[in-house]
């Protein structure tokens, strides 16, 4: 059986205390994340094509390891300034 990727939803969200200058320009990108995991759970791949569209099309870049690495960035920045807690759904 082939595994699927993990699905990921927002258990927690909270408003920060502050927004650090280094998180302004992917600011867009985390809220936009955050609004679609508000509506239902999403695989990582559908959360970048989601930004990409409400965002910008150059949001993440079309480099796939790139793509990734911003994404993670944006979960602990989510994790860090909103007090995002994640989990992670393996199996459907």
């Known amino acids: 059986m082939k595994a699927r990727p ?3 939803c927002v258990t927690g969200f909270l408003f920060p ?3 650090a200058s280094r998180f302004c320009c992917s600011l867009p ?6 609004r ?5 759970p999403a695989s990582g791949q ?3 094509a989601f930004v990409r569209r409400q965002v910008d099309a150059e949001a993440y870049s079309r480099n796939p390891s790139a793509a ?6 944006d979960r602990q ?3 860090d300034e909103f007090d995002v807690r994640w989990e ?3 199996v459907e």
Do not use: G, N, W
């Not at 990108?29 to 955050?34: D, H, K, T, V």
């Open 6 to 8: 993990p699905k990921f």
């Open 17 to 19: 205390h502050r927004v």
């Open 29 to 34: 990108r985390c809220l936009a994340i955050a």
């Open 36 to 40: 679609r995991l508000m509506r239902a």
């Open 46 to 48: 559908d959360l970048i």
């Open 68 to 73: 990734r690495r911003a994404f993670k960035r």
């Open 77 to 79: 920045h989510l994790r």
């Open 88 to 90: 992670y759904d393996l």
